[in-house]
């Protein structure tokens, strides 16, 4: 089976940047990446470059940052108030997960000053190249329920107690 909307995709990779630093490694946590093509679960230049890949495919795709993960935007940088924060000591680089416009996005601390931080929601990624060496295992499609929910559904789902909003 190849890869195309709607099939749900289990792939193992390796994201390198662009001095060869490995960035994560599926296969050396033991946890290969499931996604459901065609709905935006993974950066649209990966999607594209998997699209019509078959099982057992191994490729190389080498993403530039507008495909990847977007352009740095300086005007993503800005000061907040210290009490934004639930924790007491904070330090520069580190990194919070907070809802957003978009869904859920990645805080990084600049800079710690008296009463407010300077903050970065920039995606951690942004502006850089980025090199994906991905091996597909499987391709199968997807179950209503996980079209339904725009994601892939752990294997021991009740499908029948998914809210299946094509029937609403």
Do not use: W
């Not at 934004?84 to 990084?108: K, W």
């Not at 600049?110 to 994906?132: C, F, K, W």
């Amino acid at each position: 089976m190849t890869i195309a909307p709607q099939c749900v995709v289990t792939l193992h990779y390796v994201l390198v940047d662009a001095g060869g630093q490995v960035l994560d490694d599926s296969r050396a946590r033991q946890q290969p990446l499931e996604y459901l093509h065609g709905h935006h679960n993974i950066v649209a230049g990966l999607e594209r470059a998997l699209d019509s890949q078959a099982e057992g495919a191994e490729l190389t795709v080498t993403l530039m940052p507008a495909e990847a993960y977007g352009l740095r935007n300086e005007a993503l940088k800005r000061e907040v108030g210290r009490d934004a924060f639930p924790v007491p000591e904070l330090s520069p680089g580190m990194r919070f997960q907070t809802p957003g416009d978009d869904g859920p996005q990645i805080v990084t601390v600049l800079e710690v000053r008296d009463d407010s931080v300077l903050i970065d929601t920039n995606h951690p990624l942004a502006g850089q190249t980025l090199r994906y060496e991905l091996e597909v295992l499987t391709v199968r499609d997807a179950t209503r329920a996980e079209l339904a929910k725009g994601h892939p559904l752990p294997p021991d789902t009740d499908h029948t107690q998914v809210e299946d909003k094509k029937l609403l």
